[in-house]
């Protein structure tokens, strides 16, 4: 069955970075968009960026673009999302899905906090 599993979250001050990973099993990963959400508490889920099959078109949220790089390795199935000069309001869980379907990770904490 569809597995996604990310990695990678963790403590930050501002201005730091963080990588984070989604290992994908149990579909053809070559086939399909991949995209990054994040949750903050008390708000809804929002897209933070998608990357299609071939790794070379990406879109991003306004709010990140600069700051964040997707990218994916197809002989691995893992996508990436590399997120640099992190700031408060980059808090929140941030999860993996499959394309447009509703697959998801199960997610992982991002603090940025000083």
């Known amino acids: 069955q569809v597995q996604l599993v990310e990695s990678g979250g963790g403590f930050v001050q501002p201005g730091g970075s963080l990588k984070l990973s989604c290992t994908a099993s149990?579909?053809?990963?070559?086939?399909?968009?991949m995209r990054w959400y994040r949750q903050a508490p008390g708000k809804e889920r929002e897209m933070v960026a998608t990357i299609d099959v071939t790794g070379r078109r990406k879109d991003y949220a306004d709010s990140v673009k600069g700051r964040f790089i997707i990218s994916r390795d197809n002989g691995k199935k893992i996508v990436y999302l590399q997120m640099n000069d992190l700031k408060p309001e980059d808090t929140g869980v941030y999860y993996c899905?499959?394309?447009?379907?509703?697959?998801w990770g199960q997610g992982t904490q991002v603090t940025v906090s000083s």
């Open positions: 149990g579909f053809l990963f070559n086939n399909y968009d």
């Open positions: 899905k499959l394309g447009s379907r509703d697959f």
